[in-house]
């Protein structure tokens, strides 16, 4: 077979783009039917395809609107995560109590703890009968390992409404104002929802002291594939309609007796009373015993100070333009 005689200028056996960079290489155009070199888009820009005519182009404001998008979706997603990752299971709430446990030298300043009694080998804790009731943490005086369970801060516990897990979007703080001590969940995202007041102690009162749940409040377990974790919510079967405005809350409501069937018994706060700082975080055994519990350790720092009711001072008026 005759071979065909090779063209002036060019080299047999190469192809003319053969050692170009990608960018030079010729590529098709949709529809014409010829063979046109276009530039490629530089590697690693955000590309459209454009219906109109066919070609590829750069598009910054579609990239920005994907961006915008993709932020958008990642508290709700975040939230949803949270919410399947973790279940809540029903405790027996007469072995539970809150305290508001002094921390620093001040004695004005509190943080949460919760007390559990696993077994009734020993009393892990005593209360008073009416509100407000001091609390004698006893688990403080032995080694309550298999006994009692103390939850001191978010490692232990955490906010939880209905099926959302709020441990990401809120924290429990204890502050005090002129009708007692408060127990409140403060949202940290914008976005959060309200205030709340999830506890109270029913007047004031100083050294540890019970704070009693607000109406539709108890505790939960919190649950991971259906194994119990060392870690309890502070729950509620909804949202409460009122939220904190910054007025003072309302009158404390009357004393009221202890249930009965609880482990524990009163105990004269003298007796056996542990100091202040046994019960700080850092000092003991400080995390919560559970059989068969887990959970990570999370550092949380101390309440703030007590606040004033959280009123603003009053302004001055201005005078009268003359």
Known sequence: MPSTPPVAGRVPGRCR??????ALRPRVRPGSGLHTIHPAPHPGSVVTLSLR???LRR??????????????????????????LF???????QRFVLVAA????????????????????RPCFATGSALPAPVNPLLATFDFTGICGRYIDANGYSLRVGGTDLATSYRLM?????TGTLLVALPTKSWAGPEMIVARSGGPIGGFHKLEPEPGWRLMRRTYGGRRLGHLYVYSDSWPVAAIDGAAPAAASPPRERPAGSPMTPAPAAAGTASPAALEPGGGSGTAASPGSAGAMEPQSGAPAAVDGG??????????NL
């Open 17 to 22: 783009s053969a050692g170009r960079p990608p």
């Open 53 to 55: 005519s066919g070609r």
């Open 59 to 84: 598009s910054p404001l579609a990239a920005l609107a994907l961006l915008l998008g993709l932020t958008a979706a990642l508290p709700s997603q975040r939230a949803s995560a949270q919410q399947a």
């Open 87 to 93: 279940g809540a299971l029903e405790v027996e709430q």
């Open 102 to 121: 002094p921390i620093g030298s001040s004695g004005s300043r509190y943080q949460l703890n919760i007390y559990e009694q696993i077994n009734d080998r």
């Open 174 to 178: 204890v502050r005090t104002d002129a």
């Open 311 to 320: 009123r603003a001072p009053a302004m001055p008026t201005p005078p009268p």
